[in-house]
């Protein structure tokens, strides 16, 4: 039997329990990981949108 213990991890985004080691280690369970980055790229192109209309400056 294998005593070995597993640090339990959480979702960032919904706080289930994270079962893979890919999932601890991104902080994000496959559905969420998936999500979040989809969310990433939407802000990026929302900001890319506004710095067009805003000729860029400050």
């Known amino acids: 039997m294998n005593n070995e213990t597993v640090e339990e991890k959480y979702?960032?985004?919904?706080?289930?329990?994270?079962?893979?080691?890919?999932?601890?280690?991104?902080?994000?369970?496959?559905?969420?990981?998936?999500?979040?980055?989809?969310?990433?790229?939407?802000v990026v192109e929302e900001i890319g949108e506004n710095l067009d209309k805003d000729g860029g400056t400050e």
Not at 13 to 31: A, D, I, M, Q, W
Request: one cysteine or more.
């Open 11 to 42: 979702c960032g985004r919904c706080n289930r329990k994270l079962k893979s080691e890919k999932s601890r280690e991104t902080g994000f369970g496959p559905v969420c990981k998936k999500k979040h980055d989809l969310e990433k790229v939407t």
